[in-house]
């Protein structure tokens, strides 16, 4: 194994080369003048032969950079999804809220429904969203009993409510006057529209557009 002293020319020069993606080994040589492998008291000849693969500590610094980045990126990736994922619920609830009033006025005899299937069924949604989930969010409907289904609301809880696999960190509903409320109290991010009642401003603040 060839003794190198520390010059800082040379490594500086060598990490460029690693982050360039190390283009070749040729490509690295040619970078490092001939005084610097002077000063470092290495034969060209002898080093250039020793560069015929990736070495170890080369695999190792890529590796660790690799590392660095992902640890970087992660978070914002995450973030991104999340905030993507809530957006969706919110159009989504719009959707969901025409539907009901589209539904009352044609099939449901001036009544809602708060049945999902009811609005799939009559073919004022689709499959997709009549399903209940779409874009990591759960959604429910729930109407009034007396008088039967005359006023509706509908929620949207994330399906992963806590851990970094969170798919939100808010839980959002909209109620029959049309006005878009969210909540972000982790101790009932899971709760759906059923269990928490009413969608107003006792239970939920008005969602800031």
Same mark, same amino acid.
């Given at each position: 194994?060839?003794?190198?002293? @520390?010059?800082?020319? $040379? $490594?500086?020069?060598?990490?460029?080369?690693? $982050?360039?993606?190390?283009?070749?080994?040729?490509?690295?040589?040619?970078?490092?003048?001939?005084?610097?492998?002077?000063?470092?008291?290495?034969?060209?000849? !002898?080093?250039?032969?020793?560069?015929?693969? @990736?070495?170890? !500590?080369?695999?190792? #610094?890529?590796?660790?950079?690799?590392?660095? *980045?992902?640890?970087?990126?992660? &978070?914002? *990736?995450? +973030?991104?999804?999340?905030?993507?994922?809530?957006?969706?619920?919110?159009?989504?609830?719009?959707?969901?809220?025409? %539907?009901?009033?589209?539904?009352?006025?044609?099939?449901?005899?001036?009544?809602?429904?708060?049945?999902?299937?009811?609005?799939?069924?009559?073919?004022?949604?689709?499959?997709?969203?009549?399903?209940?989930?779409?874009?990591?969010?759960?959604?429910?409907? %729930? /109407?009034?009993?007396? &008088?039967? =289904?005359?006023?509706?609301?509908?929620? +949207? #809880? &994330?399906?992963?409510?806590?851990? !970094? *696999? /969170?798919?939100?960190?808010?839980? $959002?509903? #909209?109620?029959?006057?049309?006005?878009?409320?969210?909540?972000?109290? &982790?101790?009932?991010?899971?709760?759906? #529209?059923?269990?928490?009642?009413?969608?107003?401003?006792? =239970?939920?603040?008005?969602?800031?557009?």
């Amino acid at each position: 194994m060839l003794a190198l002293s @520390f010059d800082r020319r $040379f $490594f500086v020069d060598y990490a460029r080369c690693l $982050f360039d993606f190390l283009l070749s080994h040729d490509y690295c040589i040619a970078r490092l003048s001939a005084s610097q492998f002077d000063e470092l008291e290495i034969n060209p000849q !002898i080093y250039e032969k020793q560069q015929s693969g @990736f070495s170890l !500590i080369e695999l190792l #610094i890529v590796t660790i950079v690799l590392s660095i *980045l992902a640890v970087i990126a992660l &978070p914002n *990736l995450i +973030a991104a999804r999340r905030s993507a994922n809530e957006g969706s619920a919110l159009s989504s609830l719009r959707v969901l809220h025409n %539907a009901e009033v589209i539904y009352s006025r044609t099939v449901g005899n001036s009544f809602f429904t708060s049945n999902l299937a009811d609005l799939t069924t009559n073919q004022i949604i689709d499959e997709n969203l009549g399903s209940g989930v779409k874009s990591g969010y759960r959604f429910a409907l %729930a /109407s009034t009993a007396a &008088p039967t =289904n005359s006023t509706f609301t509908v929620g +949207a #809880i &994330p399906l992963v409510s806590d851990g !970094i *696999l /969170s798919t939100g960190t808010r839980k $959002f509903c #909209i109620a029959t006057e049309g006005i878009l409320r969210m909540e972000n109290n &982790p101790a009932t991010l899971g709760n759906n #529209i059923v269990t928490d009642g009413d969608c107003n401003q006792t =239970n939920y603040s008005i969602v800031s557009q």
